[in-house]
């Protein structure tokens, strides 16, 4: 019903940056909240950050100050700019809706996930 298809992983040196994008797209009524969890290897996933529909952000302590997550409505995609990154920023990173896709029904969708590799 709704497909998130991600982009932007990839390997960067600690202290740099790299921007994650995410669309949504198929039977989309309206998008609750979107945002990006992480998960590396041998560890449980954890949000990393969300939005609302009201523009309300939230992040995990160990990103606040450092990445940003916004959000363009009319495209239903969602951006995690992440900078400073850190060796432990290292995993995948896949993208999560709640969405309606139709008056009174909706569900919660995963995007395919990203690799970020933070290393020199």
């Known amino acids: 019903q709704v497909q998130l298809v991600e982009s932007g992983g990839g390997l960067v040196q600690p202290g740099g940056s790299l921007r994650l994008s995410c669309a949504a797209s198929?039977?989309?009524?309206?998008?609750?909240?979107m945002g990006w969890y992480r998960q590396a290897p041998g560890q449980q996933r954890e949000l990393v950050a969300s939005?609302?529909?009201?523009?309300?952000?939230n992040y995990a302590d160990s990103v606040k100050g450092r990445f940003t997550i916004s959000r363009d409505n009319a495209k239903n995609t969602v951006y995690l700019q992440m900078n400073s990154l850190k060796p432990e920023d290292t995993a995948v990173y896949s993208c999560?809706?709640?969405?309606?896709?139709?008056?009174?029904?909706?569900?919660?969708?995963w995007g395919q996930g990203t690799q970020v590799t933070v290393s020199s």
């Open positions: 999560n809706t709640r969405a309606y896709y139709s008056s009174n029904a909706w569900g919660d969708y």
């Open positions: 198929g039977s989309i009524f309206s998008i609750v909240a």
């Open positions: 939005i609302n529909s009201g523009g309300g952000r």
